[in-house]
């Protein structure tokens, strides 16, 4: 089956520094799964930062961004400078595949909790 | 435009108890999703709809969960005979699938927050 490995629990950065979130997954798929990652501020809900669809494209948003590697098997999240305000809960996910086919299903990562303190 | 609403948002049962959870997905979002998220974990899919089918419950409990969908638009996960077990947030998603998985973002709900004593 598929899984998404994020190795930090936690992580703590001072602001303006810079960051980097581990991701990586594996897949029983001959294809190329699409990737993604998830953050949830606080108090709000789930929602998409930030997806690449094809291996080896970096894909960017709000600052982040992170870029799939099919030879290690891994789609790192990094920041060059983070703010106060990046602090959330970030998940990656890997979307299933069916005989090559997006079958819609999303496999997430235990999440990482990043606090940003000033 | 209005997002994907889910209730209750909390929900505190004794082990034995049933309980239904709610969720009005985006208007127009064909694909319907249930995960479940227990602390300190990711979201898990428990079940998935394309309008008012099935797409995949393999990851459903069926013994004790039931998901419907009726008319492809409102959906209801319950659960019978609550365990301490089933203890976490279940999130509901909606999406646009009809040009493709590819293309579709899953939007969540607030979820609902489930406390089995």
């Known amino acids: 089956g598929d899984s998404v490995t994020q190795t930090e629990g936690q992580v703590t950065v001072s602001e303006s520094k810079s960051l980097i979130i581990n991701c990586t997954y594996s897949?029983?798929?001959?294809?190329?799964?699409?990737l993604f990652w998830y953050v949830r501020y606080p108090g709000e809900g789930l929602q998409l930062l930030l997806k690449?669809?094809?291996?080896?494209q970096k894909g960017s948003s709000r600052g982040f961004e992170a870029t799939y590697n099919k030879e290690t098997t891994s789609f790192h999240l990094q920041k060059a400078s983070v703010q106060e305000s990046d602090s959330a809960v970030y998940y990656c996910?890997?979307?299933?595949?069916?005989?090559?086919?997006?079958?819609?299903?999303?496999?997430f990562g235990h999440g990482t909790i990043l606090r940003v303190h000033p | 435009e209005a997002g994907v609403t889910q209730s209750p948002r909390y929900a505190v049962l004794q082990e034995g108890q049933a309980v239904s959870f709610w969720c009005d997905p985006i208007?127009?979002?064909?694909?319907l999703y249930w995960y479940q998220q227990p602390r300190d974990q990711g979201p898990q899919l428990l079940v998935y709809f394309r309008d008012e089918a099935v797409i995949d419950n393999s990851q459903l409990p069926s013994d004790r969960f039931s998901a419907v969908r009726p008319k492809g638009t409102n959906s209801t996960l319950k659960i019978q005979s609550a365990k301490q077990g089933d203890t976490a947030t279940y999130l509901c998603a909606s999406s646009f699938s009809r040009q493709g998985y590819n293309y579709a973002e899953q939007f969540f709900g607030p979820g609902t927050r489930l406390t089995v004593l």
């Open positions: 996910a890997l979307g299933s595949l069916n005989t090559g086919a997006n079958t819609g299903k999303l496999t």
């Open positions: 897949t029983t798929s001959i294809a190329y799964p699409n």
């Open positions: 690449v669809i094809t291996a080896g």
């Open positions: 208007s127009g979002h064909d694909t």
